[in-house]
Each structure stands twice: as C-alpha cells, then as structure tokens.
C-alpha cells in the first residue's frame, strides 16, 4: 500500500490544499523524480 501511495494520498485529502501549493508540491516531486532518475542515468551510463 505504501509503494502504491495509498497512506500519502489519505495525508493529503485530509485538509484542503491551495492552489498554489497543490502547484508547488506537485513541481517539486516532478523535479525530484527528474533528479532520481538523472542520478541513476548517471551511474549506469557513466556522463
């Protein structure tokens, strides 16, 4: 459940989200995954 995002879905439908938030956090795990995979690029192709 947890991979699946079950528990960080509930977390966030608890209380309201602004817009602007919703915008922010959504961009940041965007960049972060962005990054994630980069990193592992980078390690498996070596540039």
């Known amino acids: ?13 608890r209380a309201y989200e ?3 938030e919703k915008k ?3 961009g940041a795990e965007s960049l972060r995954r962005h990054r ?4 592992k690029r980078m390690d498996r192709e070596g540039y």
Not at 36 to 39: F, G, I, S
Request: hydrophobic share 40%; charged share 45%.
């Open 24 to 26: 922010a956090r959504v």
């Open 18 to 20: 602004k817009p602007s």
């Open 36 to 39: 994630k995979l980069m990193r």
């Open 1 to 13: 459940m947890q991979r699946e995002g079950v528990f960080r879905e509930m977390k966030l439908r």
